[in-house]
């Protein structure tokens, strides 16, 4: 069932909320059995095999989760290798449905073979379960989780606003919240999750879907061997930009305010990322739980097992700017390559997203290496300057539309034609009526041009639309911005320094605003299309 969808909006949601407030108002107990049976058929929807898939995975975490609680003092033995019995169980379970496929893509390749082998289906949201329950995991060993009931372990791994697409919550940040319910209904929280829900719906149907019709010829010429031309390529590359950001975010957004309507706060997954003047910046705002996740629990542990085996060596360890060469190799570089393969390959299976993991990994270790050592290397203050922010953003930026085109091309060999047609290689193809114009002063300039096939109007379409996109995702604050003292997500609160130029307020302006967004939104309903982050 898509969020997206005229079922979801007009008939499960609003059918929920009534009915989990009806039952909350006379037992809360019964109301989160009702929200978990709920999720349960939003999850089995689409197809109802995922249930029986996914349901031997959740009975084995909770079991493990149980034992790593009861014989983490008493047998500590046995807890470690409950954990890493799930950790292993949860990485084969993840790997059989997901990159089976891709193993076997690449024994052909290297072996020459060329047979038949059935694709396996991968479960929705069969990513984003896992990490969770990979986190409980690690959580409950650490001992920040004492207690594991099977109805809160339900209530948490099945709450449908996250389950399929994010943002990747925790167990800790997530019960404490519904252990707090008390079944009133707050019209604060139904107002806010209807405003995050609405904005994120015309995110995704007023802009991503429209910007993924314009640029998709693009995307299937490149595929089928053609190399587009100069700004057909940089059109390919820049929607797609904007499609995935006003997507996800979109989706992000409709998660965390259908999650708001049970009066549940989601942790945030987005803050203007399009914005950020480096790369650390810019993964600090990007899928920020993802980001989390990664740090907390594939970064931080290898960077802490280095550091403890370099103490015991007497091998330098970082140390601001007089941190050594080996040292920064050994507990900055390495750790954020590692972290950024996983990264990319946990996004799918295929060549490209582990190229885009790693070119994400050399750009954050180059960016580390700079904010250590730049005061030694140039002690300019005026980098610091407001054009040299705008200098670090368009480098910025420019490298993450790069990096996009392995994220959204089928394969390795489609990137590369873009990328081709983005540096100038494939020409530079012009409507006709230019073409008329300026095709042969171009020509004379050594440029290889020719006239489209596609009519003026269709090219100049997605242009506006990509203008247009970037124009709001620049020049406007988020909609967390603007309703920050409201707290719209978990730990967001008002920024003095980054006061928004629009803020939200109960009035009838923004009331008229806000009504011309939802009806933009629904009456886009027409055609609805699949999220761009249910394929990972």
């Not at 496929?101 to 073979?113: A, K, M, P, W, Y």
Request: include cysteine; aromatic fraction near 16%.
């Amino acid at each position: 069932m898509l969020f997206n969808s005229a079922l979801f909006i007009f008939a499960f949601l609003p059918l929920v909320v009534i009915g989990f407030y009806l039952i909350a108002s006379r037992n809360i107990r019964i109301a989160l059995a009702f929200l978990t049976a709920a999720s349960l058929l939003f999850y089995a929807w689409w197809r109802p095999s995922n249930v029986l898939i996914i349901a031997p995975s959740i009975l084995i975490n909770f079991a493990l989760s149980r034992v790593i609680i009861a014989k983490r003092e008493k047998a500590p033995q046995l807890a470690s290798l409950s954990f890493w019995t799930g950790i292993t169980f949860n990485i084969f379970y993840l790997g059989y449905f997901k990159y089976l496929n891709f193993f076997d893509q690449i024994v052909r390749d290297l072996s020459g073979f060329n047979y038949v082998f059935d694709q396996i289906v991968l479960p929705l949201g069969l990513s984003f379960i896992t990490f969770q329950k990979i986190a409980l995991l690690v959580d409950v060993r650490a001992g920040r989780i004492k207690h594991v009931t099977l109805r809160d372990y339900f209530t948490f791994v099945l709450f449908f606003p996250p389950l399929i697409s994010g943002p990747i919550v925790h167990y800790r940040e997530l019960m404490p919240q519904f252990h707090a319910l008390d079944g009133r209904l707050r019209w604060s929280d139904i107002a806010l999750g209807i405003i995050l829900f609405a904005t994120g719906l015309a995110k995704k149907l007023v802009i991503a879907d429209p910007i993924a019709v314009l640029i998709a010829p693009y995307w299937q010429g490149a595929a089928l061997g053609e190399h587009p031309a100069l700004l057909q390529a940089w059109a390919a590359a820049l929607g797609y930009m904007m499609q995935l950001y006003f997507d996800f975010s979109g989706y992000s957004d409709m998660a965390i305010g259908a999650a708001r309507l049970f009066g549940i706060r989601l942790p945030p997954n987005f803050d203007a990322p399009l914005k950020a003047t480096s790369i650390i910046d810019y993964w600090s705002r990007w899928h920020m739980t993802l980001t989390r996740f990664l740090t907390a629990y594939v970064f931080s542990p290898v960077v802490l097992k280095q550091t403890r085996a370099r103490l015991a060596r007497c091998s330098p360890i970082l140390a601001g700017r007089k941190t050594t060469s080996a040292a920064f190799a050994g507990l900055i570089a390495v750790p954020t390559l590692q972290t950024m393969f996983v990264s990319g390959i946990w996004h799918g299976a295929g060549y490209q997203f582990i190229i885009f993991g790693l070119l994400h990994g050399v750009a954050l270790v180059m960016n580390h290496a700079w904010k250590l050592w730049r005061p030694t290397w140039w002690p300019r203050e005026g980098l610091r300057a407001r054009g040299a922010a705008i200098g670090f953003w368009v480098l910025t930026i420019g490298f993450v539309v790069f990096t996009e085109v392995f994220f959204r091309a089928p394969d390795v060999s489609t990137a590369l034609r873009v990328l081709e047609g983005m540096g100038g290689g494939s020409g530079l193809t012009l409507p006709s009526a230019v073409y008329a114009r300026l095709g042969a002063k171009l020509a004379t300039l050594g440029m290889n041009v020719t006239p489209a096939f596609e009519g003026g109007r269709s090219f100049v379409n997605v242009w506006i639309a990509i203008a247009l996109a970037w124009l709001i995702t620049l020049a406007f604050p988020t909609i967390y911005e603007m309703t920050a003292w409201l707290e719209p997500a978990l730990g967001w609160k008002p920024r003095p320094k980054r006061k928004p130029l629009l803020s939200f307020a109960p009035t009838i302006g923004w009331a008229m605003a806000l009504s011309v967004i939802t009806v933009a939104g629904l009456i886009s309903l027409g055609q609805v299309s699949e999220f761009l982050y249910w394929q990972f």
